[in-house]
């Protein structure tokens, strides 16, 4: 696809520390990426933290200069970068990387190239349900995603189902943020190895509202607390339009959540709240730090019985595990059988894509197996 068929493209990094030093900045070069030949009029911003990952914020447009690239200067960080760089559809709807192009950060005289490579990563098995699937419990709209086992337009089996956040980290290299889960991948596996068949829905963050959504309750630095909203999403108007289109399992024991980081944390909420539909959910390295009423939400007090899945690595925050220990502590007190949650430490395990992609396996087979 030409860049021309782009109104806008987005230079979006990751930030490897958060140590600050106002004094310092970088020059970003967007022309190592596209000639002026191809970019015609259109514009390059700089998607990241600093602006919270919003696009076409005119504060973070790249100048173009007299000999023709592209830079913006950034004032407030002394930290080389890892970063992503993205292409937007006209109607916003849809972004896919630019990729086999080298970029180059400048800081200090020093010169980082990294390249990506252009091929996406999904199997047969993946297909994407729509790319702007209304949500009217937030009025906005998200790219939802679905893996069918091999054989299901051959059968009239009927599948369990598998909610999944981050959609754009499971299945495809070139939309994820850091480095894909390959949930596909995995699932093909184990179902040829034996393992059950499930169907696997992938619910792409919102972005800048990303931590709105996977938050129940609000945080006083980060905000927060539209999680209410977005699991009655996936209760309401995302599992009956899955049921009512695809051959599945709709019996809450044939349903589950699944989650990481913020994800984890909306995804315990979401099976608390609902434990009518959901019997099963994975936690992984849930940001339970964000909020302390998480202790203390009434869907406790419901006794459907449910199981739960932590997974955390030894390697992550000082108060990840504690958390989770403390989260426990709770379900005991509020009667929860033992047996119905458990936590899977992982060594060395870090906060990551890379974790909770290498711990996708043991979840899949305690879901459906």
Same mark, same amino acid.
């Given at each position: 696809?030409?860049?021309?068929?782009?109104?806008?493209?987005?230079?979006? =990094?990751?930030?490897?520390?958060?140590?600050?030093?106002?004094?310092?900045?970088?020059?970003?070069?967007?022309?190592?990426?596209?000639?002026?030949?191809?970019?015609?009029?259109?514009?390059?911003?700089?998607?990241?933290?600093?602006?919270? =990952?919003?696009?076409?914020?005119?504060?973070?447009?790249?100048?173009?200069?007299?000999?023709?690239?592209?830079?913006?200067?950034?004032?407030?960080?002394?930290?080389?970068?890892?970063?992503?760089?993205?292409?937007?559809?006209?109607?916003?709807?849809?972004?896919?990387?630019?990729?086999?192009?080298?970029?180059?950060?400048?800081?200090?005289?020093?010169?980082?190239?990294?390249?990506?490579?252009?091929?996406?990563?999904?199997?047969?098995s993946v297909s994407i349900i729509d790319t702007a699937f209304f949500m009217p419990q937030l009025n906005r709209t998200r790219r939802v995603w679905i893996y069918l086992p091999e054989g299901y337009s051959m059968s009239k089996e009927k599948y369990p189902v598998i909610y999944m956040h981050d959609?754009?980290?499971l299945f495809d290299n070139s939309t994820s943020f850091a480095g894909e889960w390959k949930v596909d991948e995995t699932a093909d596996s184990l179902i040829k190895s034996g393992s059950k068949k499930a169907i696997i829905v992938g619910i792409d963050n919102g972005g800048k509202n990303r931590i709105?959504?996977?938050?129940?309750?609000?945080?006083?630095?980060?905000?927060?607390?539209?999680?209410?909203?977005?699991?009655?999403?996936?209760?309401?108007?995302?599992?009956?339009?899955?049921?009512?289109?695809?051959?599945?399992?709709?019996?809450?024991?044939?349903?589950?959540?699944?989650?990481?980081?913020?994800?984890?944390?909306?995804?315990?909420?979401?099976?608390?709240?609902?434990?009518?539909? =959901?019997?099963?959910?994975?936690?992984?390295?849930?940001?339970?730090?964000?909020?302390?009423?998480?202790?203390?939400?009434?869907?406790?007090?419901?006794?459907?019985?449910?199981?739960?899945?932590?997974?955390?690595?030894?390697?992550?925050?000082?108060?990840?595990?504690?958390?989770?220990?403390?989260?426990?502590?709770?379900?005991?007190?509020?009667?929860?059988?033992?047996?119905?949650?458990?936590?899977?430490?992982?060594?060395?395990?870090?906060?990551?894509?890379?974790?909770?992609?290498?711990?996708?396996?043991?979840?899949?087979?305690?879901?459906?197996?």
């Open positions: 696809m030409s860049l021309t068929s782009f109104k806008y493209i987005s230079i979006v =990094f990751l930030l490897i520390s958060l140590n600050i030093d106002c004094n310092s900045q970088i020059v970003f070069d967007g022309s190592t990426i596209i000639s002026n030949s191809t970019i015609n009029n259109d514009t390059l911003f700089l998607s990241s933290k600093l602006n919270n =990952f919003e696009s076409r914020n005119n504060t973070y447009a790249l100048v173009k200069g007299e000999s023709g690239e592209y830079k913006l200067k950034v004032i407030d960080s002394k930290n080389l970068f890892d970063f992503k760089v993205d292409e937007n559809l006209l109607d916003s709807t849809y972004s896919n990387r630019i990729n086999n192009y080298y970029y180059n950060i400048y800081k200090e005289e020093t010169t980082k190239d990294i390249i990506y490579t252009e091929k996406g990563t999904t199997t047969s959609g754009q980290n709105n959504e996977y938050t129940p309750f609000p945080n006083k630095e980060y905000g927060g607390g539209e999680g209410s909203k977005y699991i009655n999403f996936i209760a309401k108007t995302l599992k009956p339009f899955i049921d009512n289109n695809y051959r599945t399992l709709k019996d809450r024991d044939n349903t589950s959540i699944m989650g990481s980081s913020l994800g984890g944390l909306i995804s315990f909420y979401g099976i608390m709240k609902y434990k009518s539909i =959901f019997s099963k959910a994975v936690i992984m390295s849930p940001s339970f730090w964000f909020s302390d009423k998480i202790y203390f939400i009434p869907g406790y007090q419901i006794r459907n019985e449910i199981e739960i899945l932590f997974v955390a690595g030894d390697n992550e925050s000082d108060t990840m595990i504690p958390n989770i220990n403390k989260m426990t502590e709770k379900l005991s007190k509020m009667k929860y059988p033992k047996g119905s949650y458990k936590l899977n430490i992982i060594e060395n395990g870090k906060h990551n894509e890379n974790l909770w992609g290498s711990q996708f396996s043991n979840a899949y087979k305690w879901i459906v197996d």
